[in-house]
């Protein structure tokens, strides 16, 4: 039987590779340099399934390349941002993702975030790395209690949800969330979460907020300057979603003006390039799009996004189907 043919537009952990290389006609990208539009284009004209992932932009215009010959997209993560979902939709491409398996991890790094922020680790380190520590005195680098504090959670699904479990049971964090959808008494009883109305309620109560909703057009620049200055002149902003949840320049404002204490950012507006403020603001702590970043569940991301395109090939239902 002739074998589906795949175009990976970066490379993927070993184990991945060695299964996409058994199960399919598949074209790898050793070189990991990200493909141009065009690339992208030629990628849709020469293959059954197109594998890309969070750094790949799928506009509409690549999505409507003449010849296309792809009629499924299997995506490497769980955002699909990057991707033109109307006009797949509007194409009839399906469209997968890879969720449920990178959560922990994400919330592990919404944690560290926000662990490091308040504690000034980062800061700590570099100056003992600079050889510039003097010793324990009672007044060096004091930073900010975590335990017992408020967690305003913006986005109550499964990663908000795995962040509460561990500001809660690990923290003894009062958890406050926000959310459009209802969420089920039951896993709200487990955290002891509380709704609060609106996102501004969340900014004025919470000590961290944490950023955990999806990319959308609703929540473009969902954190911006009114919200930031509703938020306490003590509080945190965490966010491991996407960057452009946050109006970048207004958090710089917040954090210039010192309307909030600091921040904890794992993901930007123009990754990899962010303000210099970001990178070099003491009380904020940034990290290179690290959510997902274990060996096990990059490994995970792949077997999955491998499951649905196994599926759709099969003609069988789609475990992640997003369109
Ligand atoms: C995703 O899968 O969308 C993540 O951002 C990658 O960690």
Not at 53 to 65: E, G, M, Q, R, Y
Not at 245 to 259: F, G, R, S
Request: hydrophobic share 40%.
């Amino acid at each position: 039987m002739t074998k589906p043919v795949a175009i990976v537009t970066r490379k993927w952990p070993k184990e991945n590779e060695d299964r996409l290389k058994e199960l399919f006609d598949v074209t790898l990208n050793e070189s990991d340099k990200p493909f141009t539009a065009d690339e992208l284009k030629s990628a849709l004209q020469n293959c059954d399934v197109l594998m890309p992932t969070v750094t790949d932009k799928i506009t509409a215009d690549i999505l409507s390349v003449e010849n296309r010959r792809a009629k499924m997209i299997g995506n490497f993560g769980v955002g699909f941002n990057h991707i033109d979902i109307a006009k797949a939709k509007e194409l009839g491409i399906i469209v997968s993702n890879t969720p449920s398996v990178l959560t922990d991890c994400t919330a592990d790094i919404a944690m560290s975030l926000l662990l490091m922020a308040a504690r000034r680790v980062g800061e700590g380190e570099r100056e003992l790395r600079a050889e510039n520590w003097t010793g324990w005195r009672p007044t060096h680098l004091l930073g900010t209690k975590v335990t017992g504090k408020k967690l305003g959670i913006i986005g109550f699904g499964r990663i908000g949800q795995a962040v509460a479990k561990r500001a809660h049971f690990g923290f003894d964090m009062d958890i406050l969330y926000w959310d459009p959808y209802d969420i089920p008494s039951d896993v709200t009883k487990k955290f002891s979460a509380t709704k609060l109305d609106t996102i501004e309620d969340i900014c004025e109560e919470s000590d961290f907020v944490s950023i955990n909703c999806p990319a959308t057009k609703e929540t473009l620049h969902l954190m911006n300057e009114e919200r930031f200055k509703l938020m306490k002149k003590t509080a945190f902003v965490i966010n491991t979603a996407r960057g452009d949840i946050i109006d970048e320049k207004a958090l710089v404002q917040a954090l210039v003006n010192k309307e909030i204490a600091g921040a904890g950012l794992d993901v930007f507006e123009t990754e990899p390039n962010l303000p210099n403020e970001l990178k070099t603001m003491e009380n904020v702590v940034s990290f290179p799009h690290l959510g997902s970043a274990t060996i096990e569940t990059r490994l995970a991301m792949g077997n999955t996004a491998i499951e649905n395109t196994l599926a759709f090939f099969a003609g069988t239902d789609l475990p992640n189907k997003v369109v």
